[in-house]
């Protein structure tokens, strides 16, 4: 071969390897930093020494303390939430235990009200429930329970309350300016390339039927998120199961309760990628499988809370 042809192949073989290192670095750079939080649920915490019908309730502690250990090991956590039901009753000394437990975390924690966190007749009112979890949680600013954050570039966190608190029900119901506000962090997140992360403690689309525990207007949320054309995860509990479904471009996420079969809580890893959004899910089960064992005897419907494979672990891919 001559020294013109082995020339010329050289430089074509060059421009060849110079566009496969061009085209993955420039899909690599399209990556946003992956943001990486844990998804708590239902952690009831109480001060009973029996447990309910399904409930582990006196066991709440040391299930509660056996959680906060297991987050604490895990490396690179941006945050913590827990979307509801931080306590079994809306009580101050509860609330105190609770906030002490979570002021344990290396990572910011936030919260989204339950239904246990808001009742009917009770001495401490959600106003008063909520300047406390403030207080002691200097990561939470807003006036109202509902806000929004930035936890890293490309994403934005939605905390809705659905909670009611002027009749007994376990029901939720997002109310007209709250779901206004929803529609504006929307548009704010799709002008804003950001995958916006919605937390509330009813779900919007439930994991088995439940009269009593629905969202009582799902359907206008869901007309608010069909407006957006993108990528959007609403995360929840409530019903105390483990569910992962995939609907067009929203992705429902319910995690279990911490003091119901499978004690277990997430680590989700989230990707956003030029062309798609990437949610990885770790789940992670109680220690104290002594505890976990009575937790499923009480239960009446283990396989119910304890969901699919597909459910607990796995990676879900939406496009854009």
Same mark, same amino acid.
């Given at each position: 071969?001559?020294? *013109?042809?082995?020339?010329?192949?050289?430089?074509?073989?060059?421009?060849?390897?110079?566009?496969?290192?061009?085209?993955?670095?420039?899909?690599?750079?399209?990556?946003?930093? !992956? &943001?990486k939080?844990?998804?708590?649920?239902?952690?009831?915490?109480?001060?009973?020494?029996?447990?309910?019908?399904?409930?582990?309730?006196? +066991?709440?502690?040391?299930?509660?303390? /056996?959680?906060?250990?297991?987050?604490?090991? #895990?490396?690179?956590?941006?945050?913590?939430?827990?979307?509801? /039901?931080l306590?079994?009753?809306?009580?101050? =000394?509860?609330?105190?235990?609770?906030?002490?437990?979570?002021?344990? &975390?290396?990572?910011?924690?936030?919260?989204?009200?339950?239904? +246990?966190?808001?009742?009917?007749?009770?001495?401490?009112?959600k106003?008063?429930?909520?300047?406390?979890?403030?207080? *002691?949680?200097?990561? #939470?600013?807003?006036?109202?329970?509902?806000?929004?954050?930035? =936890?890293?570039?490309?994403?934005?966190?939605?905390?809705?309350?659905?909670?009611?608190?002027?009749?007994? !029900?376990?029901?939720?119901?997002?109310?007209?300016?709250?779901?206004?506000?929803?529609?504006?962090?929307?548009?704010?997140?799709?002008?804003?390339?950001?995958?916006?992360?919605?937390?509330?403690?009813?779900?919007?689309?439930?994991?088995? =039927?439940?009269?009593?525990? *629905? &969202? #009582?207007?799902a359907?206008? @949320?869901?007309?608010?998120?069909?407006?957006?054309?993108?990528? #959007?995860?609403? @995360?929840?509990?409530?019903? +105390?199961? !483990?569910?992962?479904?995939?609907?067009?471009?929203?992705?429902?996420?319910?995690? =279990?309760s911490?003091?119901?079969?499978?004690?277990?809580? *997430?680590i989700?890893?989230?990707?956003?990628?030029?062309?798609?959004?990437?949610?990885?899910?770790?789940?992670?089960?109680?220690?104290?499988?002594?505890?976990?064992?009575?937790?499923? &005897?009480? !239960?009446?419907?283990?396989e119910?809370?304890?969901?699919e494979?597909?459910?607990?672990?796995?990676?879900?891919?939406?496009?854009?």
């Amino acid at each position: 071969m001559s020294k *013109r042809k082995k020339s010329f192949f050289s430089k074509v073989i060059y421009w060849s390897l110079f566009a496969v290192f061009v085209y993955f670095g420039v899909n690599a750079l399209s990556y946003a930093d !992956t &943001l990486k939080f844990a998804h708590i649920s239902d952690v009831h915490l109480s001060d009973k020494t029996v447990d309910t019908s399904y409930k582990v309730l006196s +066991h709440s502690k040391e299930l509660f303390k /056996d959680e906060i250990e297991q987050i604490n090991s #895990i490396p690179n956590l941006d945050f913590v939430i827990v979307t509801g /039901d931080l306590a079994d009753k809306p009580q101050k =000394p509860l609330l105190e235990q609770a906030c002490d437990q979570m002021n344990k &975390l290396k990572s910011p924690w936030y919260f989204a009200f339950g239904n +246990h966190d808001a009742a009917v007749g009770t001495s401490l009112k959600k106003d008063k429930y909520f300047d406390y979890i403030k207080k *002691r949680n200097k990561n #939470i600013k807003s006036e109202t329970p509902y806000y929004s954050f930035v =936890p890293k570039k490309g994403y934005r966190v939605i905390v809705l309350d659905a909670t009611i608190d002027n009749k007994i !029900t376990a029901n939720g119901e997002l109310p007209k300016e709250q779901l206004e506000w929803l529609d504006e962090q929307l548009d704010l997140s799709q002008k804003s390339n950001q995958v916006p992360l919605i937390f509330l403690h009813h779900p919007l689309h439930e994991p088995f =039927p439940s009269f009593h525990h *629905r &969202l #009582i207007n799902a359907q206008e @949320f869901k007309n608010i998120l069909d407006k957006y054309n993108m990528p #959007i995860a609403v @995360f929840s509990g409530h019903y +105390h199961a !483990t569910k992962v479904y995939k609907e067009g471009h929203i992705l429902h996420v319910s995690t =279990p309760s911490l003091v119901t079969y499978p004690c277990a809580f *997430r680590i989700v890893s989230v990707s956003n990628m030029k062309h798609q959004v990437v949610f990885n899910f770790d789940y992670r089960e109680t220690n104290l499988k002594d505890v976990q064992k009575k937790a499923k &005897l009480l !239960t009446f419907s283990s396989e119910t809370y304890k969901g699919e494979d597909s459910d607990r672990n796995g990676i879900v891919i939406i496009e854009k």
